[in-house]
């Protein structure tokens, strides 16, 4: 926790500081939040390319999880953990499956994560929802806990959507999923259910402020309306939605109605990257390419909703350097060629228009370093690469050979 804020003189500094860092040439700012993302799987990043949502579902992802086992997933946690790690990423809502391989790699790592695992009981190769319940009851405290999720609404029959409405009201926590991510799913959800995804939330009680939905591309202004009356907040994907040619979301409105609006890079499937820096650039330029107007979007607009937004999501303490705060803080190198000429008056747009992971020089998660000088300070990075080639070579092996 942050104890004190001020003046770097004697009298500001806490007694009890076990280390003491030489701030001047740096930028601190709040540690980022990746309010969507799916650690896995990373074997097919980089090989699934150039498809439409659907057919890149049908042909490559659902695949991969039907082959996926739960050490695969182990090595996906600890490749993707340490990537967001060294791209200032302290918090994770992570929607990917065997959720306690994800409660050991966050210990391990030292980030923050919030599992959603992919419930299912339309399919039998995701997470059933006993093995949900049994995993939010298990896991609720410590740097790594599980949420209730589930992938689509169509992916789950009545009993199982009741579960996982039950889960998130009893334990007073969140529950995330996707949604209005194409046409095609919204329509999805109509044959399936006869009714309209926020009817369908609305039914199974989840229509309320713990409900956390990615994407939102095709919502109605009606439903945009409905959102912000319920205080749904949303995960905002820039740059999976255009690489996807999903669409783009209509994050002005949503601001402008209240809407509580996070930044997620979603996976590295369907992104390649997990980099903050650059979501919150894509989300501020694509606004203005489709409208003409050069003035929505502004740095400061998604660097709030790149901290302290997401932090709102997931009911965190965090996202400002504020006494009583949780200590989860990046600092970025302010002499980096790319980060100047800097002045007082323009360090957030810097922040969101200049810089990139290669700038940063420290991240902090609970008061602890886990990365200096771009280096994990625990873990054997070239050992969490090499079993991540391992899983990956043996996963993709069938898959591809069949498309």
């Known amino acids: 926790m942050i104890v004190k804020v001020g003046d770097p003189d004697s009298e500001n500094r806490a007694s009890s500081a076990e280390m003491i860092i030489d701030g001047r040439e740096i930028i601190a700012i709040p540690g980022l939040v990746n309010l969507h993302s799916h650690a896995g799987p990373t074997a097919i990043r980089g090989l699934a390319e150039d498809l439409p949502l659907s057919m890149w579902l049908e042909k490559f992802v659902n695949p991969a999880h039907r082959a996926l086992k739960k050490e695969d997933a182990a090595a996906d946690y600890r490749l993707a953990y340490l990537e967001m790690l060294k791209s200032g990423i302290t918090h994770v809502l992570d929607m990917y499956r065997f959720p306690e391989a994800g409660v050991t790699a966050a210990a391990e790592l030292g980030i923050r994560s919030t599992i959603a695992p992919y419930t299912a009981d339309v399919y039998d190769y995701f997470e059933s929802p006993e093995d949900t319940y049994r995993n ?7 740097l790594g806990r ?26 007073g926590i969140g529950l995330h999923t996707h949604e209005f991510e194409t046409i095609d799913f919204v329509e999805n959800d109509v044959k399936m259910y006869g009714k309209r995804p926020l009817q369908i939330f609305r039914q199974f009680n989840m229509l309320n402020d713990r409900l956390i939905l990615a994407h939102c591309v095709w919502p109605t202004p009606e439903e945009l309306r409905a959102m912000a009356d319920a205080g749904v907040s949303v995960a905002h994907n820039p740059t999976s939605n255009m690489k996807l040619a999903s669409g783009i979301a209509p994050v002005p409105e949503m601001l402008r109605l209240g809407i509580n609006v996070g930044l997620g890079t979603d996976g590295v499937k369907e992104n390649n990257r997990l980099d903050m820096f650059q979501e919150m650039k894509n989300a501020s330029l694509i606004q203005r390419a489709i409208t003409g107007k050069a003035s929505l979007m502004t740095a400061s607009e998604v660097f709030k909703m790149a901290t302290v937004n997401g932090n709102a999501a997931l009911r965190m303490k965090a996202g400002q350097i504020r006494e009583g705060y949780l200590a989860d803080l990046v600092l970025i190198d302010a002499m980096a060629p790319n980060m100047n000429p800097l002045y007082l008056d323009n360090v957030i747009s810097s922040v969101v228009y200049s810089a990139h992971p290669g700038n940063i020089m420290a991240v902090i998660v609970n008061g602890k370093i886990v990365v200096d000088k771009g280096k994990h300070v625990s873990v054997d990075e070239s050992e969490i690469i090499r079993r991540a080639r391992e899983t ?12």
Do not use: A
């Open 146 to 171: 599980v949420w209730p999720g589930f992938e689509h609404i169509s992916y789950c029959t009545e009993s199982c959507l009741e579960m996982l409405s039950r889960l998130s009201l009893d334990y």
């Open 392 to 403: 990956g070579t043996g996963l993709t092996k069938g898959i591809f050979e069949k498309n």
């Open 136 to 142: 939010v009851r298990k896991f609720q405290s410590g």
